[in-house]
Every structure is written in C-alpha cells, then in structure tokens.
C-alpha cells in the first residue's frame, strides 16, 4: 500500500508540473517575453545552415565600395557624389549584356550637382564675358547678384544634363529599377503619383489581411488612404519616370533592431509597391497579380509561394555573407566598359552579365548603407533584397510555425523533462544522472529545432528549452524532497570512512557502490615521518603504560592538521598507514590542476609542519613533555622533533571503489601509485628538505612553483630512467633570497650534468655557503668532488641506480 500511496502522489505531482509549467511557458511565449532569447537561437540556426544552402544563380551584385571611391578619384578626378553619369555607363554596358533587370538600392532623391571640369570652366568663361559685356568690374555692388544668378542657372542645366544622361540610359535598357523610401517620419509626399506608369502589385482575395502590408497597419487597399502617418520620398522626376519599376527600400527590423524579415509590397495610398527585389522580377516581365491564400498564410504569384505572418512579413534564408554571390566593384564594371568600348578585352565581358538580375548598392565607409542580420551586425543594406529576390527564385522561404505547434513542443518538452527525472530512477539518483537527462533534453529540443529549420519551419527552441529546464528543476526539487530520507541514511552511514566529497557523490548516485573503478589521470601523495618508528619505540620504553597515550596523541594532531590541508585543497584521503597519509588529488571530482593542489597542499604540510614543530618545542605540559624527552635523548632532532618527507606523481591511475560487498574502500591502483610510493622514500637519498616530485608531475604545475632539478634516477620495481624535481616554495610566496638560490642552482646542476665537475663543485659550495642548511647542495658538492678526483666513465650518463625503496 505504501509503494500505491507513493506512486498515486508521484503520477499527481508529474500532472501539477506538466500542467503548470507548460501553460505559464506557453503564456510567456505567446505575449513575447522570451522573443529576445528566441531570436538568438533563430540567428544560429540562420549562421549555422547558411553555407550549406545554395544561393540562386541568377544574382549578381555590383557594389560602389572604397575600391570604386579610390578608383573614381585616382582614374577620372571625380569627389563625392560621383556624376549620375557613371551610374549611365554602368546601366548602358549591362544593356550589352541583355541582363535580365537592373536596380539601384539608392534613392537619388536629389538633383545630380556634379559638374565636370569642362563645364566648370566653361561657367567660368561665361562669366567673366558677362562682366566684360556689362563693362563693370567684378567688385560692383550692383552687379554681382546678376553675375551669381546667371551662375546658377548654368549650374543647374549643366547638372541636369547629368541626370538626363542617367535617365536616358535607363529608358533605353527598360528593365531599371529605382527605389523608393516609405516613413511614417520622413518623406515629402503623402500620395503615389498620379502619372506614374510603373506597374505596381495587383492584389487580389486579400480582404483585410491588406492592412498588414501599410506601415500604419491601418490603411486599407481599395479607396483607402495610407495617411496616417506614412510618407514617401521619390526619385527625382526625371530618373522616377525613366525606371521600369518602383521598388520599395523600406525595411522593418524586429524588436532587436535585426533585420530577419522583409515585405513583399508595401501598401502606401492604396498602391501595392513591390519590395526591391520582386520589383526585379516585375522589371524583367513578370506579372503583377498576386492573391492571397489565407488557409497557408501565403502570397500566390504565378509559381512563386512566399509565406507571411502576421504583420505581412516574410522570413528570409540568408545564404552567408554576401560574397556567396558573384560580387564585382562598380569601378571594375566601369573600367571593363571603357575598355570594351576602346577595343580593348575587358575584365568583366558583357556576356559575364547575360539573363542575370543585377543589384547594386553602396558599401563604403560613410555612405551607411549597413543593417545587423542574422550573418553579421555590418551586412550590406542591398544584401537584404538580395536575398529577397533569392528567396522567391530557389522558393525555400523560412516559415515560422503556427503557434499550435509551439504550444505542442513546449508541453513535449515539459512531459520528457518529468518523464526523465520522476521515472527515471537512474536520472534522478545521482548529479551524473541528472546532468545526462538534463543534456538529453536539451539535446532533444534542439535537434528537433535545427530538423523543422533545415525543412524551411522555425519552430520556437527558447520557449521548449525554458520549459524543459523549470520542469526539469520542478521534479529535482520534489524528487530530492521525497527521496531525502534515505540519502540522508547514506551520508550517516559513510560519513566516519570517506570523505565529505565521496560521500556526495555516493548520495548523488548509490549505484557507484559496487567494486571496479575508472582509469583517470591525477596526482598521487605519499607522506611518512622521519624516524616514526623510533619515536614509537621510545615513547613506550620510556613512559610505559602512558607511552600508547603520548604516541596516539601526537598522531592524532599530526594527522587532523595535514590531512585538512589536504581537504581543504580538494583531496581526497585514500587512507592512513601508521604515520603515513595516502591521498589522491582529481577524484571524485575531477581538478584540471589536480597536479598544483597536491604541490600546493604538500608546501602548506611543511610550513605548517614548522609551526608543530614551534609549539611542541616552546609548549610545556603532558601532552607534549614526552616529545621535549625524545629530542633530550636524541631520538629525534631539536630543529625538527616532526620531519615529513613526501612523494608526488602525477599520471593514468585506476579510482574507484574495491574490496568487498561487504566493505569498499575509495582508493587508487597503478603503475603511477607505485612511482609515488617510491619517491617519498627517495628524498633521504639526495638530503631534500622533505618534498619530490616526478618529471610528470612538473610538466602539469607550469612556473607556479619553485622547484630544483635533480638526477634522473631508475626506481626499483621502474626501470625505465625519470627526472626527479625537489619542490622548494609556491614563487609568488617564496622570498626573492629563495628564488635566488633556485636560480644559482640551475646553473649549478647544468655545469653538473655538463660534466663541469669542478667549476659544479664551486657553485655547490657556494649555495651551501648562504643555506647552511642546503644538505642537497652539499650531497651534490660532495659529487662533484669525487668526480673531479676520479671521473665517471665516458658512458655516465647522470643516472642514479637507486636500490633502496
């Protein structure tokens, strides 16, 4: 009945989290309080399929850049603005080509007022004739004003000429498209022109839905009016009559200021002016009626399909940067076409544009034509309707999921969260388990996320993964809360054999109670007491029955303060033998720089070693009187009645728990334990002041500490030859006389190994001279004295054959 009872209230707790959860998701997803994580996940699925869509070929891009300014200023002498008889020659060599349309994503709402230096000084010329013809000199008062006048009008009609050079070009290609700019904050007309021949969109079956497509949202199609705030700013008239095609330049970003989404046609004075990039299409003959078709919330026209949403939106697949097309330099095109025109081969040939839709824009420094996107924050403004009019070519349109289906995933997501965590009794056992079901959740989300958007559907990621994660977090919570009574059994049960961190990890996930365990790489730690045995022996020869007190007291300190440096370095006790501490450094939890805290917890071991060693010798009383009778009889030395020798290694070892059903043990095995084992006794060999480390163990700590070479040396039971390092001090603790004598030490240890015996000897003698008590130094003076007097043989190779565990 209890197992009945605690089911029934499991099944109840999953309904009250699925239900509560999913419905306030679903009401924060739906009244957009997550669209601005929403669209960071939307831009790198955008990033991420990008390169691997294929963009039309039917599109090329021509772009005024800085190549074309420098080009323009060095070749032909021309400032900015450059004459409108440039863009003239531009549109005439793509007439060669018989390209399929040309469009300008400029506005060229005012006047041209370039003038060649010919008509400057043609100007110039008139002037001065007038004032000669007139016969009064230039300073007269009564004069001047007329000469000005006169001035300006020739300015203006030369100036038109360039734009009737520009016009004229265009009327003769027919398939030119010129942009105009609609805002509900700039512009100087309210009204589409009356004798405007340019065709615009001609929408059929869209009822209401037409007021999407104003920038008001209020404007109707049929005898509406789009006043309500929107105006339009035109070309001029002569180059706005001489377009094939009107197309809109306007663009909405969303709420981020990120352009994702563009309009077919812009709905202004009840006009459907196509978009830049369908107004190509309608340049190059395509037909001008377009009808709704509400049941797939999409655009007909002719085969094309173009998905809206609810503000008459489409959303755009952006194909990568824009160099994904063929880009060329309008000076390029300018230049080919002098060339062509001179008889000369061209870079760009005329076929080079044949049956393409050309676009052109400006991407120069200072001319801010550049708006954020999903691809970059400084994309090209023409990039925009380029990928518009690809859009509508390839027809693989982005179509954001009805919100049935959004509501659909999020309570998916929610029931896969509880599912995991409430019936999973491997999730919900240990933190291992919880972070898998945690990934598979979020692994599932987004996999179903970059699948909708490969098949062209953005399907909400931010609202099913927010709803994952708070009902994942949900069932931990009530899980943990019902399940704590147990754990808690766990934890009283282990916690006088292991330590805090493996207990965790065991409450966290019971089933690790088994025999077996995992290589890992980590670092090892043997210490030991010099003389231990001794201090042992004399304690009970001396004081008796009290001696075991006096002997367990000692220990009993000595241990409690080494091993909470080890602790509170993250190490884990393996065990204690006598005197001697075994810990492990990387497990249960793994430490990247498990190496610098076992190096870090062995320093502290020896200061705070020194400081036992201050108080026993200046601290009366029972507890410490029998040690002051160790150092009187000799047993131990006054400088250091407590001297701790230890070995670290670093390498591949085997963790985990081993013994039997009965009793385990969390404790490490291996070749690299071994080695360890080996080097803590291998300190009395070269008189260290009590820490050595292996070559592998310095090649993980970096420069953090001071250490000092010494021999390389075959360990029994370890053939194969290892550098031996004694670690002397953490540097940013060590003194500068400290870090010193480190550095007079490489350099006598290299002359050492150079086989520089006497010039080593001298160094040697000299460390020994400023650390007197330096017994390595003085071990390797000793050497190199020998080996002065009596050489090794040719064959030495500096290795010590160490015997002696």
Known sequence: ???????????????????????????????????????????????????????????????????????????????????????????????????????????????????????????????????????????????????????????????????????????????????????????????????????????????????????????????????????????????????????????????????????????FDGVAVPALGPAALLASGASADITYDARRRAIRWGDFSIPIDDEGKTLLRFRGPLSRYPVYSLSMVLQSAEDYAAGLPPQLPPESFAAAHVLFGFFAPGLFDIFPTPISAVYPGVGVHVTMLDNILTGDFITKAPDWLAVVFILAAVVLAAVLVLYSGRVAASVAGLLAGLLVLVAAVTAAGLAAFTGGWWIPMAAPLAAALLAFLSAVLYSYATEGKDKRFIKHAFSRILSPKVIDQIVADPSQLKLGGERRKMTAMFTDIQRFSSIASELQDQYGADGPKALVNLLNLYLTEMSNIVLGNGGTIDKYEGDAIIAFFGAPMWMENHAALACRSAIHMKKREAELAAAIMNTEGEFFRPLHKLIESGVVRKDRPLYTRLGINSGDMVVGFMGTPAKMDYTIMGNAVNLCARLEGVNKQYGTRGILISEYTRAEIGDEFVVRPLSRLTVVGIPAPLRLYELVDIRSEAAAHTLELAAAWEAAFGEYERRNFDKAHKAFAEICRQDSADTTAEFYQQRCLKFATTPPPETWDGVDNLTEK
Request: hydrophobic residues 45%; without cysteine; charged residues 20%.
């Open 1 to 267: 009945m209890k197992q009945i009872g605690k089911k029934y209230h499991k099944n109840l707790a999953a309904l009250v989290i699925v239900l509560a959860v999913a419905g306030a998701v679903t009401v924060s997803h739906l009244a957009g309080a997550l669209d601005a994580i929403e669209f960071r996940f939307y831009d790198a699925r955008v990033k991420l399929f990008a390169s691997s869509s294929r963009p039309s070929d039917d599109i090329i891009v021509v772009l005024l850049d800085q190549d074309s300014i420098e080009w323009a200023q060095q070749a032909r002498g021309w400032g900015w603005p450059w004459p409108r008889k440039a863009y003239a020659d531009f549109i005439d060599y793509m007439n060669l080509s018989d390209a399929k349309s040309v469009t300008f994503d400029v506005i060229f709402s005012e006047p041209s007022v370039y003038l060649s230096y010919r008509q400057q000084e043609s100007i110039g010329i008139a002037a001065e004739n007038l004032r000669a013809a007139i016969g009064v000199p230039t300073a007269a008062g009564q004069v001047a004003p007329l000469v000005a006048d006169t001035i300006g009008i020739l300015n203006t009609l030369l100036a038109g000429e360039d734009d009737s050079a520009f016009a004229d070009s265009a009327e003769r290609f027919g398939r030119v498209v010129q942009g105009v700019f609609f805002s509900r904050r700039t512009g100087d007309t309210f009204a589409w022109p009356d004798d405007l021949a340019a065709p615009v969109f001609a929408p059929d079956n869209f009822g209401d839905e037409i007021s999407r497509f104003a920038l008001d949202g209020s404007a109707t199609y049929i005898g509406g009016s789009a006043s309500g705030g929107t105006a339009a700013q035109f070309p001029i008239p002569a180059i706005k009559h001489a377009a094939a095609v009107l197309g809109s330049l306007t663009g909405q970003p969303d709420s981020d200021h990120i352009i994702r989404r563009a309009r077919l046609f812009t709905l």
